[in-house]
């Protein structure tokens, strides 16, 4: 995965982007890097929807699984009042997301962690709310990973959700924005999804499908150079741009919208285990957080 997502000397790559466009004049706001640091479907206003659809407000704990540049984290922390910790696999992203958190001074509220969604780094119940946007693409164990975002969460707690999910018509065409080929997409259709995340102890909130109210557009002429996809992607842009646009045009993709809350059982290989009880063989977890910090 760090060869398909990371980057040599993102976090320079960004500010010498940045300033390209002017926008290394003043203090930086979150609006500034908007097109740099949200990168999914539908950028800055899709994470306010889904924060809006969450009931986002001060002081929750999120933990911010696959987090990226963390762009939706800091809208999270500016725009809706809430404590976020960030975990992601790719070191160049977290490096480069710490840098824009401190520009921001927002390092009070927003940490980063290196660290695999497979094997979340946290007590069992540390958080108020997961969040996920547009993170689980290429992760094939989509049970293992939703069992993770049920153990650490509070009893009550939401997970929310922005994912990619097959469509009606199967295969998408390649490459998209996660993958240059079908040996690393991991898609599965909105009726497999609601499935295997209520097996894992949680019982749905909302279900948007947003695919048409988040579709990009059609070429990537309209894509700005300090974009996170032309950064991230570089040339490779122009064809995801187009395969993207065929995908959701023709049903080969989707884009949802979810909330959940967490039950106070999941569902595990071994049948139903009362939620925070230690898993055959794992014991009990380290204090939260034991990823690799600043
Ligand atoms: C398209 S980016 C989305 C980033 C961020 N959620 C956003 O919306 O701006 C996908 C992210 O998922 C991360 N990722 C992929 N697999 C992961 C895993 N197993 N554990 C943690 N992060 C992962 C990648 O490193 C990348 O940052």
């Known amino acids: 995965m760090e060869d398909h997502w990371g980057r040599e000397r993102l976090a320079e790559s960004i500010l010498a982007a940045l300033a390209a466009a002017d926008h290394d004049r003043g203090p930086l706001t979150i609006d500034d890097l908007a097109v740099t640091d949200e990168f999914h479907g539908g950028g800055k206003a899709a994470t306010v929807r889904l924060a809006t659809l969450l009931g986002a407000r001060p002081g929750l704990r999120v933990l911010d699984v696959g987090g990226g540049l963390g762009g939706p984290a800091r809208t999270l922390a500016v725009e809706f009042g809430c404590h976020v910790t960030v975990v992601d696999l790719t070191e160049s992203y977290v490096q480069a997301a710490r840098m824009l958190t401190t520009r921001l001074a927002l390092d009070h509220r927003v940490r980063h962690h290196v660290g695999n969604a497979l094997d979340l780094p946290f007590h069992d119940g540390a958080f108020d709310v997961v969040w996920t946007q547009n993170s689980g693409m290429n992760i ?59 097996r894992a102890g949680f019982r749905e909130r909302a279900w948007d499908d947003v695919t048409a109210e988040t579709a990009g ?13 032309r950064l991230i ?7 995801i ?51 690799r910090s600043r």
């Open 140 to 198: 094939a164990d989509k049970d293992a990973l939703y069992r993770g975002f049920h153990r650490v969460l509070r009893p009550g707690g939401l997970l929310a959700l922005q994912e990619p999910m097959a469509g009606p018509l199967q295969p998408p065409v390649f490459p998209v924005m996660w993958a240059r080929d079908a040996s690393t997409s991991f898609l599965r259709t909105p009726a497999e999804m609601r499935g295997l995340i209520a």
């Open 217 to 229: 557009p059609a070429s990537a002429d309209a894509i700005p150079a300090h974009s996170a996809q």
């Open 233 to 239: 992607m570089g040339e490779a842009l122009d064809e």
């Open 241 to 291: 741009i187009r395969a993207n646009h065929r995908n959701r045009t023709e049903g080969r993709l989707v884009l949802v919208q979810a909330v959940f809350e967490r039950g106070s059982v999941h569902v595990s290989s071994g049948g139903y285990v009362p939620a925070g009880a230690p898993r055959g063989g794992t014991g009990t977890r380290a204090p939260a957080p034991r990823a």
